[in-house]
């Protein structure tokens, strides 16, 4: 069975087809590109020839074929009041309901049964979908050669845009730092302090997606290899973080600057490993895709039941405490 997986990433999509634990289709596309034409994404999925595919879930929803999303699935998934900024989804739904194409989103973090409610606490982002397929990847690929139960380890995804943490605990998922609720990434500033965002007031949502370390660099003319030790020093804060969770093995990095981290954390006590999966494409896709064939009762499903990722329920606004939620209420007013 061929499955597939996209990874909507913050500078390019991924496509990635897998059958028999192997890479046999990737397309990458240039997010402008499918701005400009989302239908380009099921073109891709329909071209690699799979039966099933998974993803393209912003901030998560539990796993449900595209053609039965409704107008508040949408909103959960991209968290954007913005009709315009939304349409490229609408698109992308229209096509996968015109052209009949098997397309299932996929849970976050905190949707799952395996993270305790506390580590919910007003918390929206503990990990986006693109999060939890990494960590998927991370863990059916290690257990080819140790024991699913036994699996435990921290991931730090570092990416062009945002920086995410995931504690995995004898195979499953206990915790998680999301991108906007963790330190700094390259190119987005992470958690906001408190104080700051009642300064800000109001804010338009492509205020998350900047005041990283890329533009702090600028402003502050650091050279590139103190960037890199910059992005590493927060990369293992994220990481000293969730070793209250689970007591890890090993760590494991993966996104486009994990290469440059991994040479600093290197002497830090513990055995740090690149992911690598199945070869070509993006984790997160190759992840994607394996939940799509799980999905579909291949050959991963039994790693992806035992992670109880079939099992997530709920929505991202199930753990904001009653005093917070009246505030939330009256932001949402405003659209």
């Known amino acids: 069975m061929i499955s597939a997986g996209i990874d909507p990433g913050t500078g390019s999509y991924d496509v990635v087809a897998i059958e028999d634990g192997r890479v046999v289709y990737r397309r990458n596309l240039k997010t402008e590109e499918v701005r400009a034409s989302p239908k380009i994404v099921i073109d891709a999925i329909e071209e690699s020839g799979a039966e099933i595919a ?47 194409v098997n397309l299932y989103t996929v849970p976050a973090v905190i949707h799952l049964p395996t993270v305790p409610p506390w580590r919910k606490l ?18 059916a690929k290690f257990s080819e050669e140790e024991e699913l139960t036994k699996l435990n380890f921290i991931l730090a995804e570092v990416g062009e845009g945002f ?93 486009r600057f994990a290469p440059d981290v991994l040479r600093k954390l290197r002497g830090e006590g513990k055995e740090v490993r690149l992911l690598g999966g199945f070869g070509r494409g993006k984790q997160s896709a190759q992840g994607a895709a394996i939940i799509a064939n799980a999905i579909a009762g291949g050959e991963y499903r ?22 917070v939620m009246e505030y939330v209420r009256r932001g949402m007013k405003r659209f």
């Open 163 to 255: 920086n995410a943490f995931i504690a995995v605990k004898n195979g499953r998922i206990v915790d998680g730092m999301g991108g906007t609720t963790s330190f700094p990434g390259y190119s987005s500033l992470g958690a906001m302090d408190a104080e700051l965002a009642y300064i800000i007031g109001e804010f338009p949502k492509k205020l998350i997606f900047s005041g990283g370390i890329r533009s702090f660099a600028e402003e502050w003319k650091i050279k590139d290899n103190e960037v890199i030790n910059i992005l590493s020093e927060f990369v293992l804060k994220g990481i000293r973080a969730m070793e209250v969770s689970t007591d890890a093995d090993f760590y494991v990095l993966s996104g």
């Open 122 to 139: 007003n918390r929206i982002d503990i990990g986006t979908a693109d999060k939890l397929c990494s960590a998927v990847l991370a863990v």
């Open 302 to 323: 039994e790693i992806v039941d035992y992670m109880r990722i079939l099992e997530a329920k709920g929505t991202l606004l199930d753990y904001i405490t009653s005093d």
């Open 54 to 100: 998974a993803g393209l879930s912003g901030y998560g929803l539990p796993v449900k074929p595209f053609a039965e999303l409704d107008e508040v699935d949408l909103l959960l998934m991209t968290l954007n009041f913005d009709s315009e900024r939304a349409i490229g989804l609408r698109n992308i739904i229209r096509a996968v309901n015109e052209r009949n």
